[in-house]
Every structure is written in C-alpha cells, then in structure tokens.
C-alpha cells in the first residue's frame, strides 16, 4: 500500500503524520529520519489494526500543489 504523509517543520524537528491513519504520527530530527519514523509507525499501526481484527484503510488521501503569485 502506498500511504500519503504530511511532514512539516517545527523548530528544532520534523513531524509527519498520516491523513488516512488517525493517530499515526512521528517524529525526527531530519527528514531522513522522519521518514524512516512515519514508515515504521505506518508499519506498527496496520499491524494493530490487523491484531485488533479492525479493517486496514485504504489509502484515499490525494497530494497536490498549487502555485500562487506571492
């Protein structure tokens, strides 16, 4: 499955969550590490989802940008 993320900027860190996974959430002092964090979190939060016999959501959540005069 291949899940949307949103990692933005804190002061001192990154965080990412996921809009399709409620909950699932990390964080990490890069973006390398953010996203090495958000995946194992996507991993550990579908294997909950599984053990707790709850159905696994699919992903729905669309990425675009759009531009705008600044």
Do not use: F, W
């Not at 990692?7 to 965080?15: H, R, V």
């Not at 090495?36 to 159905?55: K, N």
């Amino acid at each position: 499955m291949r899940y949307a993320i949103v990692i933005e900027k804190a002061e001192n860190n990154y965080s990412a969550y996921v809009p399709d996974l409620p909950g699932c959430i990390a964080t990490g002092s890069t973006l390398e590490q953010v996203e090495e964090e958000i995946r194992e979190a996507i991993e550990y939060h579908l294997e909950g989802l599984r053990e707790d016999g709850l159905p696994i959501p699919n992903p729905a959540s669309r990425v675009e940008y759009i531009d705008v005069a600044a």
